[in-house]
T-cell receptor
């Protein structure tokens, strides 16, 4: 069984479009994250949700909006896509509440290409 | 300067060699992650440690909190170990925030 799943795996779209990436975890974890990996393979946190509450919101354009309908899901919606948004986006989850240190489990990634 | 620095950036080894990848961080942390990113892109957590040493199969991770330094060792390396190895600091007191190093690309030749 997949612990952290993301859909779609690949997403090719044109500039200006709005798209969503979905993430689901079946581990019963309390905290979920979105990370962006740029073309230089550098990973950086974008958002973190703990029990459906936004905890971390890094310096990310407000075109990016995370939505957590329940503890097991954290979706990423992107408005007015730009070329610079092309990257691989990873979802992750960890157990425990905010401020605790637990191992994070990563999804397979979504490769977004904006043309 | 990144908060988390790794060395070397690239490492090529022959099968069977002992490999060490280093990670230094500049702020106090609650734990340190070592991650492996496969050529296909998937990320797997190898270790999370806050003190001492952990071992899993041929992989060993150590951390020295006072020196703000961690190492990942691979014994008897194999071509299937070829991957990017990433260390990431976890600052638990300010939340479960991972800050990543730039990764070490390891290539093990047969």
């Amino acid at each position: 069984d997949t612990a952290v799943s993301q859909t779609p795996k690949y997403l090719v779209t044109q500039m200006g479009n709005d798209k969503s990436i979905k993430c689901e975890q079946n581990l019963g974890h309390d905290t979920m994250y979105w990370y962006k990996q740029d073309s230089k393979k550098f990973l950086k946190i974008m958002f973190s949700y703990n029990n459906k509450e936004l905890i971390i919101n890094e310096t990310v354009p407000n075109r990016f909006s995370p939505k957590s309908p329940d503890k097991a899901h954290l979706n990423l919606h992107i408005n007015s896509l730009e070329l610079g948004d092309s990257a691989v986006y990873f979802c992750a989850s960890s157990q425990g509440s905010w401020g605790t240190s637990y191992e994070q489990y990563f999804g397979p990634g979504t490769r977004l290409t904006v043309t | 300067k990144n908060e988390v620095e790794q060395s070397p950036q690239n490492l090529t080894a022959q099968e069977g060699e002992f490999i060490t990848i280093n990670c230094s961080y500049s702020v106090g942390i609650s734990a340190l992650h070592w991650l492996q990113q496969h050529p296909g892109g998937g990320i797997v957590s190898l270790f999370m440690l806050s003190s001492g040493k952990k071992k899993h199969g041929r992989l060993i991770a150590t951390i020295n909190i006072q020196e703000k330094h961690s190492s990942l060792h691979i014994t008897a390396s194999h071509p299937r170990d070829s991957a990017v190895y990433i260390c990431a600091s976890l600052r638990g007191t300010s939340g479960s925030r991972l800050t990543f190093g730039e990764g070490t690309q390891l290539t093990v030749n047969p």
